[in-house]
Structure formats: C-alpha cells, structure tokens
Nanobody
Framework: QVQLVESGGGSVQPGGSLRLSCAAS????????VGWYRQAPGKQRELVAT???????NAEDSVKGQFTISKYNDKNTVYPHMNSLQPEETAVYCC?????????WGQGTQVTVSS
C-alpha cells in the first residue's frame, strides 16, 4: 500500500520560513518525480515546485528564489524549504509522486502565515 505523509506545517509570521517533508512508503522516490502543490482557501490547487527522479529541481515563477526542494533517497523523503512566507501563501501544501503509470497524493499539511 502506497502512502505519502506530509509534515512540518504550522503557523509562521510573515517573512518566516518552514521546512516541510513528504515521506513515502510502498514506493521508492528514486523512481518517481515529486511535485509540491498548494491550495489556498477558495482557490484552485497550484504547482509550486518539482524534483525529478534524477534530482533536477524546478520552482514555479511565483516562488522562484523563495522555495527550494531536495530529496534524500536513503530516507525516501522530499523536503521543500520555504522562505519569506507571506499571508497570501497560507494554504494546504501537499505532495504528489508520479511516474509514467501511477500517481499518488498525500493528505497535505496546513501552513498558516499570520502576524
């Protein structure tokens, strides 16, 4: 059974940082591309960053220079690190692991940016 579990969310003040994590069981992250998404209240889910099976990373323009993402294959875990968070980035953040045949989602973790 495949399971992706996000953690690390919480409340942070504007300008603060958080490191989230997405831990997988039942699959090997080394063989998957992993994407981080967020969904703010009343808005559509949006992709923010990705890391390929080979370790190449990409951040969407809206978070470029602000978000980084890393993967530790020995821990089967992906870590997005978010800096300079702003209130409008309050959202549920979740990870997705996909290859050519399958796609798996985690439940998400809440990030609240507020003073």
């Amino acid at each position: 059974q495949v399971q992706l579990v996000e953690s690390g969310g919480g409340s942070v003040q504007p300008g603060g940082s958080l490191r989230l994590s997405c831990a997988a069981s039942g699959i090997t992250f080394r063989l998957y591309a992993v994407g981080w998404y967020r969904q703010a209240p009343g808005k559509q889910r949006e992709l923010v960053a990705t890391i390929t099976s080979g370790g190449s990373t990409n951040a969407e323009d809206s978070v470029k220079g602000q978000f980084t993402i890393s993967k530790y294959n020995d821990k089967n875990t992906v870590y997005p690190h978010m800096n300079s968070l702003q209130p409008e980035e309050t959202a549920v953040y979740c990870c997705n692991a996909r290859n050519v045949t399958t796609s798996h989602w985690g439940q998400g973790t809440q990030v609240t940016v507020s003073s």
